[in-house]
T-cell receptor, first 113, second 115 residues
Framework: DGGITQSPKYLFRKEGQNVTLSCEQNLNHDAMYWYRQDPGQGLRLIYYSQIVNDFQKGDIAEGYSVSREKKESFPLTVTSAQKNPTAFYLC????????????FGEGSRLTVL | QKEVEQNSGPLSVPEGAIASLNCTYSDRGSQSFFWYRQYSGKSPELIMFIYSNGDKEDGRFTAQLNKASQYVSLLIRDSQPSDSATYLCAVKAVAGGTSYGKLTFGQGTILTVHP
């Protein structure tokens, strides 16, 4: 079955630690995205990648980093510079970046202790 | 003013009724419009998209777009308890050349359908 796999589903982190969230897709989609969702708020774009070896900052990129070395993979690192990292993180993909038809992974819930 | 605005609700309707969810947007150049459904604790899934003014029907769902008034709505006929979820409106800006046309989400409307 094609889809997007995010791991881990739940993650606890101590302040000052970097953590990396994994996102893998087997849909053969060119574009991939990372969103953050906080209670009562819509999805906010952290980073996006239109094609392999290229990525761009979204609206709230500070304190985050990404890489896109393979078409299938788009990991997100939440660094210690991110001041309020506790949130629900969603990875998504689309056939191309010019479509709004996104397919989402199941999400990763990060809690900073 | 928020770029994409929705009434956060909760909107409560009885089973079998029509649920009406509304969304307004500020960028007059927006070109495409999407409705995502998100069950509690789960990820969003696309249920409807609309690109042209007017109505678009898919089963019990109808999306309505009025670009002049800058609003898009989602009607759910014969609402079922399984429709209880948060509905996210998303609006895509025009992409210029190879640039990315940003997809902006509203904060979502919580819908509860009670038996």
């Amino acid at each position: 079955d094609g889809g997007i796999t995010q791991s881990p589903k739940y993650l606890f982190r101590k302040e000052g630690q970097n953590v990396t969230l994994s996102c893998e897709q087997n849909l053969n989609h060119d574009a991939m995205y990372w969103y953050r969702q906080d209670p009562g708020q819509g999805l906010r774009l952290i980073y996006y990648s239109q094609i392999v070896n290229d990525f761009q900052k979204g609206d709230i990129a500070e304190g985050y980093s990404v890489s896109r070395e393979k078409k299938e993979s788009f990991p997100l690192t939440v660094t210690s510079a991110q001041k309020n990292p506790t949130a629900f993180y969603l990875c998504a993909s689309s056939i191309a970046a010019n479509t709004g038809e996104l397919f989402f992974g199941e999400g990763s819930r990060l809690t900073v202790l | 003013q928020k770029e994409v605005e929705q009434n956060s609700g909760p909107l409560s309707v009885p089973e079998g009724a029509i649920a009406s969810l509304n969304c307004t947007y500020s960028d007059r150049g927006s070109q495409s419009f999407f409705w995502y459904r998100q069950y509690s604790g789960k990820s969003p899934e696309l249920i409807m998209f609309i690109y042209s003014n007017g109505d678009k029907e898919d089963g019990r769902f109808t999306a309505q777009l009025n670009k002049a008034s800058q609003y898009v709505s989602l009607l759910i006929r014969d609402s079922q308890p399984s429709d209880s979820a948060t509905y996210l409106c998303a609006v895509k800006a025009v992409a210029g050349g190879t640039s990315y046309g940003k997809l902006t989400f509203g904060q979502g409307t919580i819908l509860t359908v009670h038996p």
